[in-house]
Nanobody, 132 residues
Framework: QVQLVESGGGSAQSGGSLRLSCVAS????????LGWFRQAPGKKREGVAA???????NYSHAVKGRFTISRDNAESTLYLQMDSLKLEDTAMYYC??????????????????????????WGQGAQVTVSA
């Protein structure tokens, strides 16, 4: 029901910053829970950040303290601000959406937000390359 289009990928030096954007259309943005995943060559896709319909967030240990996920419901846009970039952050980044779960929001953030099988819509991917 919702379509996602990503932008903002590119190259940055180690220690630098990038911001990814994900614009949604086709459905009511505010009723979706959202996440960012990434996949590096030879590795499985992993969840890095998630935000529920109320704005509460969760992060993987790898990016906590460096990345910030946010949403602007008025603009139907999801963001991932990436600071203090490391070489190991190099990957294809995907935004994803799922209709907000009916259960406890905190439970979804803790147990379901980083399970890729729970999402129903995906962006096309944005390449992020970090160099020394």
């Amino acid at each position: 029901q919702v379509q996602l289009v990503e932008s903002g990928g590119g190259s940055a030096q180690s220690g630098g910053s990038l911001r990814l954007s994900c614009v949604a259309s086709g459905d009511t943005f505010s009723k979706y829970s959202l996440g960012w995943f990434r996949q590096a060559p030879g590795k499985k896709r992993e969840g890095v950040a998630a935000i529920d319909s109320e704005g509460d967030t969760n992060y993987s240990h790898a990016v906590k303290g460096r990345f910030t996920i946010s949403r602007d419901n008025a603009e139907s846009t999801l963001y991932l601000q990436m600071d203090s970039l490391k070489l190991e952050d190099t990957a294809m980044y995907y935004c994803a959406a799922v209709p907000s779960p009916r259960g406890v929001r905190v439970e979804w953030l803790r147990l379901g937000a980083f399970w890729e099988g729970g999402y129903t819509s995906w962006g096309q991917g944005a390449q992020v390359t970090v160099s020394a």
